[in-house]
């Protein structure tokens, strides 16, 4: 079955730090690839997206995120944070499911804090 | 503005009481979709609808309904059958939905509904 692994459920870093939160999938077809993030108290909301072309992709707030085709992977980057950037953060893969149904494939979330 | 609502924010009901979350979007989108999203667990997809008068069974749909008379309207119900109800509901959309084939499943959610049984 399909599945989406966000291999650090909670990272703790101070401002200025660089982030790298890991996600994996299995799947060997197409995918599209997403990075959502819910700030405390807001909606999740889509933080960068992967379709086609460059596997480099960059999303708003200065996060960016590469997809690597041969590792199953589409980590997120950033290379200073911010206090404002404690969230959580789930990676979702669409992919295909039961015949050319395709769905939402979600992780389990990274929760990030920020220490000022 | 265009986006999705979700009433109430909070909501309290009694053990072996239905209660039922509303759902609406303006942002004139075909597919739409209900999560529970629980503390380490991520989210789980309770029901989609790719259009109107159709929806589909979900990962985790024992003990919910929902009903897809109107485009724009997605209301889920927690029945008493539903063993664990207290979670955070969040509903979404998106243009279109899978059948379409699309690779277009960006989806936009709602602020959710915290539902409480006593």
């Known amino acids: 079955a399909q599945s989406v692994s966000q291999h650090n459920h909670h990272v703790i870093l101070s401002e200025a730090a660089s982030l790298e939160l890991g996600c994996n999938y299995s799947y060997g077809g197409t995918v599209n690839l997403f990075w959502y993030v819910q700030y405390p108290g807001q909606h999740l909301q889509l933080l960068l997206k992967?379709?086609?072309?460059d596997p480099l992709v960059k999303g708003i707030k200065g996060f960016e995120a590469e997809f690597i085709k041969s590792k199953f992977s589409f980590n997120l980057r950033k290379p200073s944070v911010q206090w404002s950037d404690t969230a959580e953060y789930f990676c979702a893969v669409n992919a295909r499911h039961a015949g050319n149904n395709r769905k939402l494939i979600w992780g389990l979330g990274t929760s990030l804090a920020v220490n000022p | 503005d265009g986006g999705i609502t979700q009433s109430p924010k909070y909501l309290f009901r009694k053990e072996g009481q239905n209660v039922t979350l509303s759902c609406e979007q303006n942002l004139n989108h075909d597919a739409m979709y209900w999560y529970r999203q629980d503390p380490g667990q991520g989210l789980r997809l309770i029901y989609y609808?790719?259009?109107?008068?159709?929806?589909q069974k979900g990962d985790i749909a024992e003990g919910y309904s929902v009903s897809r008379e109107k485009k724009e309207s997605f209301p889920l119900t927690v029945t008493s059958a539903q063993k664990n109800p207290t979670a955070f509901y969040l509903c979404a959309s998106s243009i279109e939905g899978a059948l379409a084939g699309g690779s277009y499943n960006e989806q936009f959610f709602g602020p959710g509904t915290r539902l409480t049984v006593l």
């Open positions: 992967y379709f086609s072309g």
């Open positions: 609808s790719q259009i109107v008068n159709d929806f």
